[in-house]
C-alpha cells in the first residue's frame, strides 16, 4: 500500500491540519484528538486504503491499520500535517481537557466506582445464594455455618462508605488512609445504623440530634449506611484540604497538621453539612430512578433499555454505577436497574448476532459472530462500535429489542443482588427471580434479532479493479502456530478490548500469561518490533503474519518494564526468547496482561483454528492455518 496516500486519506477526512489537536500512534492504530468532530468523515476514512476500522473512545478518534503498517502512515501523517509527533499521555491529556465537565464528572464516578466492583459482586452473590438455599431449605437459616456465611455476605454493603471512600481518595489524590477514617466516621456505632430509622421512628421513639454552627442547624445523628454521594464530595472535599496544607504547612510540623486539621474539619463539615443535604439529593435521585422503572405499563422499562445502548455511545453508562451501587446498599438489597441493563445488552449482541447470520461479507461475519458473544456476557462494546453503530439499523434494532426486555423486566420486578455483571453472568445474582431474568433475555433476543435480520442489509460497494497483490502467496495447505507464552487461552472474544474482540486486526485467540517471556511461535523473520517493546510482529517462513501483542494498553508505559532480546529484520526459530517483561510491575501499573496472538493477513486463508484450550505452554499448538 502506499502510505503517504493512506495518510493523506485520513487527513482530509479529519478536516486538514488545523483540526488536529493532539496525534500520537500504538501498534496498531492512529489516536487523535479532533478540534471539531463535525468535520470528520468515518465512513470516509474507513475506505481508505489499510484502514480496518475507525471509531471513537474516551475522546480519541482512534483509525486502525494494524501492526507493522500504522507507524509507516503515522510518519507520513505527521510530515504531510508539518506537525511534531506526540506521545499517548500527549493525546490522553488532551482528550481528557476536551471533554466538557459533566462528562468528566461521569468517567470520575466509573473511575470510583469500578475498582470495587469485585467485593460488591461477592456480596451479591453470596447474599443471592444464602437467598435461594434459604428459600429451598428454611431450616438451614438456623444453622451457625449459614450465619456466618451470611456475615460475610453483608460485610462489603455494610462497609461501603469506607471502600467508596477510599477508592475515591486514589482517584482524587488524596490519602487513602485518612480518607478510611472519613469513611468509618459516617458509620460510627455511636451513631444511628440509617437501616434502623424507620422502624425506630414508627415505634415512636426520636432520634437524637446535635445542635451545630452556633445553634442555627440541627441534624440528626444518624449513620450514611447506604448512602454513597455524601462520601464521594467529602473525600474530594478533603484531598483539596490536604493537598492544600501540604504545599502551605511548614515541613516540620505537616506530619502532625496535615492529617490532624484533614480529619477534622472534613469530618465535621461531612456530619454537619455534607452528610445531610446530600444524602437527600441522592435520596431524591434513588427515588427518581425507583420511581422510572415503577411507571405504569413498564414505560420506564421501555425508556431505560431503549436509550441504554445510546448512552454506552456516548459515555455516560458510568453514572448508573451509582444508582446500582445505592439500590444494593439497602438494607435490602433490590437491583432493578441491572435486568434492564442486561436487556439492553443482550439486545445490542442479537441485532449483531443477526449481522453475521445474513451478511455475505465475510469481514463483517468476522467481527458480527464474536461481538455478539461478547455482548451476551456483558461487554457490549464490540458489537456497538464495531458492528452496530457502523451499519446503524442494527443498532436500531437492538435499541428496539432492549425496550422490549426492559419492559417484562420493569413489569415484572425482576432484580439482582449486586451490580457489575449483566447478561448471562446475570444469572448467578438474580436467583430469586432466575424465570423472569431468562425471559427478559429471550423477548429482548428475539425482537433485535428479527428487527435486525430485517433491517439490515450488506452495504454496496463501488466495483474496481482489484489492486495488484505482490506479497508471497501462502503454500498449500497447513501451518501450525505455536504458543509464544505459557499460560492459559482465552478465546478473543472475551478480551475487554473491542479492537482485538471484534478481530478487526486479525483471528486468532489470546493468552493470560503465567510468565513474563516471549518466545517465537514459529520459525520466521521479526518484521515488526514497536519501539515502546510491547508487541513484535512475525512473519513465517510460509507466509503466515503474526501480531503478538502483550497487555492491554501496555504501550502506554513507553516500554518500561520490557526487555527485547532480537531485533527488527532478525530471523528467529521457533522457541527463541523475543522479548521478556516484568509481570508483576505491570500489573501494579494497572495493566491487564492479557496477550492476543492474531493472524493479521487471515484473509489470505480459508481458515484460522484455534487448536488449544485451557492451560497451555510455550510450544504447543495454539492456532492451525489453512489455505
Known amino acids: 500500500m502506499d502510505h503517504r496516500k493512506s495518510a493523506q486519506g485520513v487527513l482530509d477526512h479529519i478536516g486538514g491540519p488545523s483540526n488536529i489537536v493532539s496525534e500520537a500512534h500504538c501498534a496498531t492504530r492512529l489516536r487523535l484528538v479532533i478540534a471539531d468532530n463535525s468535520k470528520v468523515d468515518k465512513k470516509a476514512i474507513e475506505n481508505v486504503d489499510g484502514v480496518k476500522g475507525c471509531f471513537e473512545a474516551s475522546g480519541q478518534l482512534q483509525v486502525i491499520f494494524g501492526t507493522g503498517i500504522v507507524n509507516h502512515v503515522y510518519d507520513e501523517f505527521i510530515d504531510i500535517a508539518h506537525i511534531e509527533g506526540g506521545t499517548k499521555d500527549d493525546v490522553k491529556e488532551a482528550a481528557a481537557q476536551k471533554q ?291 451499519f446503524m439499523k442494527p443498532f436500531i434494532a437492538g435499541c428496539i429489542g432492549g425496550a422490549a426486555g426492559g419492559f417484562v423486566a420493569a413489569v415484572s420486578g425482576v432484580y439482582a443482588t449486586a451490580y457489575g455483571i449483566t447478561g448471562l453472568f446475570g444469572f448467578l445474582i438474580t436467583t430469586q427471580s432466575t424465570i423472569m431474568y431468562a425471559l427478559t433475555m429471550a423477548v429482548s433476543f428475539v425482537v433485535a434479532f428479527i428487527c435486525s435480520y430485517i433491517m439490515y442489509k450488506d452495504p454496496v460497494t463501488e466495483e474496481a479493479e482489484a489492486p495488484v497483490d505482490d506479497r508471497p502467496q501462502v503454500e498449500a495447505g497447513e501451518e501450525e502456530i505455536a504458543a509464544p507464552v505459557n499460560g492459559e487461552v482465552i478465546p478473543l472474544e472475551k478480551v475487554p478490548d473491542q479492537t482485538f474482540a471484534s478481530g478487526v486486526l486479525g483471528k486468532g485467540v489470546a493468552i493470560e500469561p503465567s510468565e513474563g517471556k516471549i518466545y517465537a511461535p514459529a520459525d520466521g523473520t521479526v518484521t515488526s518490533f514497536f519501539p515502546t517493546k510491547h508487541a513484535v510482529g512475525i512473519t513465517t517462513d510460509r507466509g503466515a503474519e503474526i501480531l503478538v501483542h502483550v497487555g492491554l494498553n501496555t504501550v502506554e508505559l513507553d516500554g518500561k518494564f520490557f526487555e527485547t532480546h532480537t531485533q527488527e529484520n532478525a530471523r528467529v526459530k521457533k522457541g527463541d526468547l523475543l522479548l521478556s517483561f516484568d509481570m508483576g510491575e505491570i500489573k501494579k501499573a494497572g495493566y491487564q496482561l492479557v496477550t492476543p496472538v492474531l493472524i493479521t493477513n487471515a484473509g489470505e486463508y480459508t481458515s484460522v483454528e484455534s487448536v488449544s484450550q485451557g492451560l497451555i505452554e510455550q510450544g504447543q499448538s495454539l492456532i492451525t492455518v489453512r489455505k
Open 100 to 390: 466538557n465537565w459533566f462528562l468528566r464528572a461521569i468517567k470520575t464516578l466509573g473511575d470510583i466506582f469500578v475498582p470495587i466492583i469485585p467485593a460488591i459482586v461477592a456480596s451479591g452473590l453470596l447474599n443471592g445464594l444464602l437467598g435461594g438455599l434459604s428459600s429451598a431449605i428454611p431450616s438451614i437459616t438456623q444453622s451457625d455455618t449459614y450465619n456466618i456465611v451470611n456475615l460475610f455476605a453483608g460485610a462489603a454493603l455494610s462497609m461501603l462508605p469506607i471502600l467508596i471512600a477510599i477508592s475515591a481518595a486514589k482517584k482524587f489524590g488524596g490519602n487513602q488512609f485518612l480518607a478510611a477514617v472519613i469513611g468509618f466516621i459516617m458509620i460510627h456505632p455511636n451513631l444511628i445504623n440509617a437501616w434502623n430509622v424507620a422502624s425506630l421512628e414508627e415505634a415512636g421513639e426520636k432520634i437524637p440530634q446535635w445542635s451545630v454552627w452556633f445553634g442555627a442547624w440541627h441534624v440528626n445523628q444518624v449513620g450514611y449506611q447506604g448512602h454513597v454521594i455524601p462520601v464521594i464530595i467529602a473525600i474530594f472535599l478533603m484531598s483539596k484540604l490536604e493537598k492544600w496544607l501540604h504545599k502551605h504547612v511548614p515541613a516540620m510540623i505537616d506530619l502532625f497538621v496535615t492529617p490532624l486539621v484533614s480529619v477534622l474539619v472534613t469530618g465535621y463539615l461531612t456530619l454537619t453539612i455534607i452528610g445531610p443535604v446530600f444524602s437527600t439529593v441522592e435520596t431524591w435521585v434513588l427515588h427518581g430512578a425507583q420511581a422510572l422503572i415503577g411507571l405504569p405499563f413498564g414505560i420506564g422499562g421501555i425508556l431505560i433499555g431503549g436509550l441504554y445502548a445510546i448512552t454506552v455511545v456516548a459515555g455516560l453508562h458510568h453514572m448508573y454505577n451509582m444508582i446500582e451501587a445505592e439500590m444494593c446498599a439497602q438494607a435490602i438489597p433490590k437491583n432493578t436497574w441491572m435486568p434492564i441493563a442486561t436487556a439492553a445488552n443482550v439486545g445490542q449482541g442479537a441485532a449483531a448476532l443477526a449481522v453475521a447470520v445474513k451478511t455475505r461479507d465475510k469481514k463483517i461475519k468476522s467481527m458480527a459472530a464474536p461481538s455478539s458473544l461478547s455482548a451476551f456476557l456483558g461487554i457490549t462494546e464490540p458489537a456497538i462500535f464495531g458492528v452496530n453503530i457502523r
